[in-house]
């Protein structure tokens, strides 16, 4: 029987390859486990995965948005716009 | 109907279904615009559209909807920002993706605004893929549909933009893992 890619543990470059599908979550758990087992048993892929997993919360923790300032004037026209709409000449 | 009748129920429509989604149109424009200030223009100016447009609207996905609307008053304002926005990155800055030395780098100590000045570093269409998977939680395919982009072109510009993000972020308090 021939040996199927669930069956074995995955190369460095396989586990970095799918590396960012991991952190995305877009892998079926089985084979995330995979990869994980393997970052957990490879140090210099451990590391290579930490660094990105860094970079992927701090980028959602930022939320790459507006200065307060802006953002406050956003919503200020979002609110106008459902109390009196947009004057005919705006 | 009477007129204002007709503009009653468009500002009940608007408040309904686009209002909510006023901070997600903030974030995108922002990672379309150079600043704050240019972001925050597009996001008014795409308000505006969306206003007026509201007839033409079938109701479904408000994202995708504004979005589009955002994208093409970006590129009508600037056409360099067509290929900015519609491009995979190859013509852009082909040595970013290169790792640079440590000693390359620029170290600064503000967490918040290495961030913010790596992710302004990004081309546009990157700095979207990023926005709408790391920061929306968009799941590939959902990005993929709302760009109108094959889904390896996701992949392919996330994992471009995050290689260039640590590059630019190297010897950073985030790079060492030491930020909070």
């Not at chain 2, 149109?25 to 704050?36: E, G, N, P, T």
């Not at chain 2, 308000?47 to 033409?56: C, E, G, I, M, V």
């Not at chain 2, 990023?130 to 939680?137: F, R, S, Y």
């Amino acid at each position: 029987m021939s040996e199927s890619p669930t069956d074995r543990s995955p190369s460095c470059s396989e586990a970095l390859e799918q590396l960012h599908a991991v952190l995305d979550g877009e892998l079926p758990s089985e084979e995330a486990r995979r990869i994980i087992d393997h970052l957990e048993a490879c140090p210099p892929c451990e590391l290579e995965g930490d660094s990105f997993r860094r970079i992927k919360e701090a980028v959602a923790a930022s939320g790459n948005a507006l200065d307060p300032a802006s953002l406050a004037r956003v919503r200020e026209l979002t609110d106008r716009l459902c109390r009196e709409g947009v004057p005919p000449t705006a | 109907m009477t007129v204002a009748e007709d503009e009653a129920a468009r500002r009940r429509r608007f408040e309904e279904v686009i209002a909510p989604e006023a901070d997600f149109l903030a974030r995108v424009a922002r990672s379309m615009s150079r600043s704050s200030a240019e972001a925050e223009d597009l996001a008014q100016d795409t308000l505006l559209k969306a206003f007026r447009s509201l007839d033409r609207f079938d109701g479904r996905h408000p994202r995708a909807w504004l979005y589009r609307i955002a994208r093409n008053t970006a590129i009508n304002r600037d056409q360099r920002n067509r290929e900015l926005l519609l491009d995979d990155g190859e013509d852009v800055d082909p040595v970013a993706d290169e790792i640079l030395e440590p000693e390359q780098q620029v170290v600064t100590p503000i967490l918040e605004h290495d961030l913010e000045a790596a992710l302004d570093a990004l081309p546009p269409s990157f700095r979207l893929a990023v926005q709408l998977v790391d920061v929306e939680g968009m799941h590939y395919q959902e990005a993929a549909d709302l760009l109108e982009v094959p889904v390896g072109t996701v992949m392919s510009r996330l994992h471009r933009a995050r290689k260039r993000l640590r590059a630019a972020l190297a010897g950073t308090p985030l790079d060492r893992g030491t930020a909070t």
